[in-house]
């Protein structure tokens, strides 16, 4: 709490002085912001398109250290994970983005990571490290960047090496035991040639949803994440940037507490005969699992890229490769009472994407006229499968609804003249098995131009074509 008051305090003391500053003052005080939204470095106050910019030490400051904390300094922009915490995230900027969480649809708010693209915002989840700074660009700007971002992009920009020796660790220590610690070393390999940057960071927090049946706490984190780069720069006009990274999440995520208790809750008590949530305090943050089920989320994944800036006689040429390669395990109790009636079992869901980019891009002046152009390749595959299976008590559940809707006693294994479970059951026939993948290549070119009419007065216009080739199948199976 301390640190939110300290915060509001330097937020008043801000706005008393800006009544206070002179116009000189407030000048020299803007002109230090400079963006690269529209791939060039330039004045805050010269992009025509609207951006906000958050320096590395205001985010620092505020604790924010991914994607989703951002929105703790950026009033327009919201993050939401509507399965759970590592998928089906959305981003939307003004409240414009993508509207579904199918992970086959790509978001309307691209995220930008040291200029690399990641095609989903559950993708660029995860600690980022020391962070230089974030821009976050509203309304289209398909023009400057070769991938999805018709709602808006959000620009992360890390610290790159540097030819001083410098590092830093710091820990943290919350609520539910929540513990965190982060470090980072920077220096020369080479003198002036060769420098190189290495991050890492672990965090763990006990869950904070207690799981009445002697299970373990819901909702927890185990996270750990390494982040290297090295800087190579032959000469004035040339600069090589290479980064990899590689993070890993074992958490049990995502549990959920009561709220009311439908009119079923009575006969899934009874079947379950484990303690239940009954009546419903959601203050309390405890919940009924099936004992023997859980709410596992595994998540693996690395990239490389490598950024070539070449300073030619007549422009900046830039090149930027890239390779990712990231995968979700999760498991879920799918009726979230004790009754063993639905679940996904362990490793039954499964969520991966493999993605390569290569953009190329020019830029320069000629005369009055600022000109960027720029062509776009990706090439991905995305898998995606998953599980549903009915629980040893559904065939008890199902006799009971049945029923109770016939007027008279149903007996399912009496009608099928099959065992008790050889319908409904862990080893029943009463499953579902979806399997997909997608298989999808694209490329774009693109255009920017900016004409310097007066020192006053400029106009940007701008063209991007887009040609995208995707292959789908699917296998379904249900019983």
Not at 100 to 107: A, R, T, V
Request: proline share 4%; net charge negative; charged share 20%.
């Amino acid at each position: 709490m301390k640190k939110f008051k300290w915060l509001h305090g330097a937020s008043a003391i801000a706005v008393v002085t800006s009544f206070l500053a002179t116009d000189a003052m407030a000048q020299s005080l803007v002109d230090e912001i400079t963006v690269t939204a529209t791939k060039r470095e330039e004045n805050i106050q010269d992009v025509p398109i609207a951006v906000s910019a958050y320096s590395g030490a205001l985010l620092e400051a505020s604790g924010a250290n991914d994607i989703r904390e951002l929105t703790s300094v950026s009033p327009s922009l919201t993050v939401a994970a509507t399965q759970s915490e590592a998928t089906g995230v959305n981003a939307r900027i003004r409240g414009v983005g993508t509207v579904g969480d199918n992970p086959g649809l790509q978001s309307a708010v691209g995220v930008f990571i040291d200029e690399v693209y990641r095609s989903r915002n559950s993708v660029a989840l995860g600690d980022l490290g020391e962070i230089e700074g974030v821009e976050i660009a509203r309304g289209p700007q398909g023009t400057l960047f070769g991938r999805n971002s018709s709602a808006g992009a959000i620009i992360v920009r890390t610290k790159q090496p540097e030819f001083e020796n410098s590092g830093y660790i710091e820990g943290t220590y919350g609520s539910f035991d929540n513990v965190r610690v982060s470090g980072g070393l920077t220096g020369p390999l080479v003198e002036n040639l060769l420098a190189g940057r290495v991050n890492v960071s672990w965090e763990q927090r006990d869950g904070y949803i207690e799981d009445l049946n002697g299970g373990d706490d819901l909702n927890d984190r185990d996270r750990v994440q390494a982040r290297g780069q090295l800087l190579f720069e032959p000469s004035d006009e040339v600069s090589v940037r290479f980064i990899a990274d590689y993070a890993k999440r074992e958490e049990n995520c995502c549990g959920a507490v009561s709220i009311v208790n439908g009119p079923l809750q009575g006969l899934a008590n009874a079947l379950g005969g484990g303690a239940e949530v009954d009546p419903p305090n959601p203050s309390a943050l405890v919940a009924s699992v099936t004992p023997g089920r859980g709410y596992q989320q595994d998540v693996d994944e690395w990239g490389v890229s490598t950024q070539v800036n070449w300073a030619l006689p007549f422009g900046d040429l830039v090149s930027i490769t890239a390779y990712r390669d990231w995968e979700v395990v999760r498991s879920q109790d799918v009726d979230y009472s004790t009754a063993d009636i639905a679940f996904r079992p362990e490793d039954g869901f499964t969520n991966g994407f493999e993605t390569f980019t290569q953009e190329l891009r020019l830029s320069g002046e000629t005369g009055p006229l600022e000109w960027i152009f720029g062509g776009f390749y990706s090439k991905e595959d995305v898998t995606l499968n998953d599980q549903l299976s009915v629980g040893a008590q559904y065939e008890a559940f199902f006799d009971t609804l049945a029923s109770g809707l016939a007027g008279a006693a149903v007996d399912i294994s009496a009608i099928t003249s099959l065992p008790d479970g050889a319908v409904f059951g862990p080893g029943g026939i009463a499953s579902q098995n979806d399997n997909h993948n997608v298989e999808s290549t694209s490329w774009a070119i693109f255009t920017s131009q900016t004409l310097n009419v007066t020192d006053r007065l400029a106009v940007t216009a701008g063209v991007r074509y887009t040609e995208e080739d995707i292959d789908y199948s699917s296998v379904l199976s249900s019983t």
